[in-house]
């Protein structure tokens, strides 16, 4: 059995951990007010968004009528139009992300801090990344559309415009924690420049690009579905075209078919990342 402790032990560990005890009564308020108003902000929010218990109720009603109709899925008879739409999206997605990655190898290399630029044009290049990746891909297909027409290039220009930018700062970051020995040990039997980057960094960040650019794959495969319903084609295009005139069992047997196509190459992807970097 412990032993009580006295007052003054309790004194003692009240000055020497005072949070232990309680918060001062100064950091409660500032709590409690804090409280108040992410209340109050979420009671805005839900009044302005029209948030009912009704409208969510009457919402999962007409969502169980649907996902009723959903059952059993069909391919209906224009199935060849959607295993076409299907092919196009994961195209539309191989091809962005493939020109996004092979573009953005010089650009991580020019945004690295470690590499060619430095200062200003080092900072202004990664503000550069930092504005295209703020904007969606799903605004840029909204663009190319009007740019260069419905269909798949449009979603590829859109891929590859979201893409490029991140990749960029993905492959600059890993530029920039590359392994100095290997690359001052290359330098050191006298090679240049060019041939300390191309034995010395390039070996050790191709692993990592390759794994990250095939995550993009995977990724870009879902999000084509996506630029498909604003006019990019692909599966996208047949699943609204579908919603449109509510043949919901087809529109069942399309998300089946994209759920598939994602896990596979999700699993493919995987496999071929852990070949690249390891099991880790």
């Given at each position: 059995?412990?032993?009580?402790?006295?007052?003054?032990?309790?004194?003692?560990?009240?000055?020497?951990?005072p949070?232990?005890f309680?918060r001062?009564?100064?950091?409660r308020?500032v709590?409690?007010?804090a409280?108040?108003?992410?209340?109050?902000?979420?009671?805005?929010?839900?009044?302005?968004?029209?948030?009912?218990?009704?409208?969510?109720?009457?919402?999962?009603a007409?969502?169980?009528?649907?996902i009723?109709?959903?059952?059993?899925?069909?391919?209906?008879?224009?199935?060849?139009?959607?295993?076409?739409?299907?092919?196009?999206?994961?195209a539309?997605?191989?091809?962005?992300?493939?020109?996004?990655?092979?573009?953005?190898?010089?650009?991580?290399?020019?945004?690295?801090?470690?590499?060619?630029?430095?200062?200003?044009?080092?900072?202004s290049l990664?503000?550069v990344?930092?504005?295209?990746?703020?904007?969606?891909?799903l605004?840029?297909?909204?663009?190319?559309?009007r740019?260069?027409?419905?269909g798949?290039?449009?979603?590829?220009?859109?891929?590859?415009?979201?893409?490029?930018a991140?990749?960029?700062?993905l492959?600059?970051?890993?530029?920039?924690?590359?392994?100095?020995r290997?690359?001052?040990g290359v330098?050191?039997?006298?090679?240049k420049?060019?041939?300390?980057?191309?034995?010395?960094?390039?070996?050790?960040?191709?692993p990592?690009?390759?794994?990250?650019?095939?995550?993009?794959?995977?990724?870009?495969?879902?999000s084509?579905?996506?630029?498909g319903v604003?006019?990019a084609?692909?599966?996208?295009?047949?699943?609204?075209?579908?919603?449109r005139v509510?043949h919901?069992d087809?529109?069942?047997?399309?998300?089946?078919?994209?759920?598939?196509?994602?896990a596979?190459?999700?699993?493919?992807?995987?496999?071929?990342?852990?070949r690249?970097?390891?099991?880790?």
């Open positions: 059995m412990l032993p009580t402790p006295t007052r003054e032990e309790i004194a003692r560990w009240r000055a020497r951990h949070r232990a309680g001062p009564p100064l950091e308020l709590f409690a007010l409280a108040s108003a992410f209340l109050a902000w979420l009671g805005w929010a839900l009044w302005l968004f029209d948030i009912t218990p009704a409208r969510i109720w009457n919402g999962l007409g969502l169980g009528t649907i009723v109709l959903m059952i059993p899925p069909s391919p209906g008879e224009l199935w060849t139009d959607i295993l076409w739409g299907l092919a196009e999206s994961v539309m997605a191989f091809l962005g992300t493939f020109l996004a990655a092979v573009v953005a190898v010089p650009l991580g290399f020019l945004g690295a801090d470690n590499m060619l630029l430095r200062g200003w044009a080092r900072f990664r503000r990344f930092d504005g295209l990746r703020g904007i969606d891909s605004i840029w297909a909204l663009a190319y559309v740019a260069v027409g419905l798949p290039l449009a979603g590829v220009l859109a891929i590859f415009t979201a893409d490029v991140v990749l960029a700062k492959y600059a970051e890993a530029i920039e924690n590359v392994e100095k290997q690359v001052e330098t050191a039997a006298g090679a420049r060019s041939l300390a980057v191309r034995f010395g960094v390039l070996p050790q960040v191709l990592v690009m390759l794994a990250q650019a095939l995550y993009f794959f995977e990724s870009n495969t879902r084509a579905a996506i630029l604003v006019g084609g692909g599966i996208g295009l047949q699943l609204s075209e579908r919603i509510r919901w087809e529109v069942a047997f399309i998300i089946i078919l994209m759920v598939l196509t994602v596979a190459i999700d699993f493919l992807s995987a496999r071929l990342r852990r690249l970097i390891g099991a880790r």
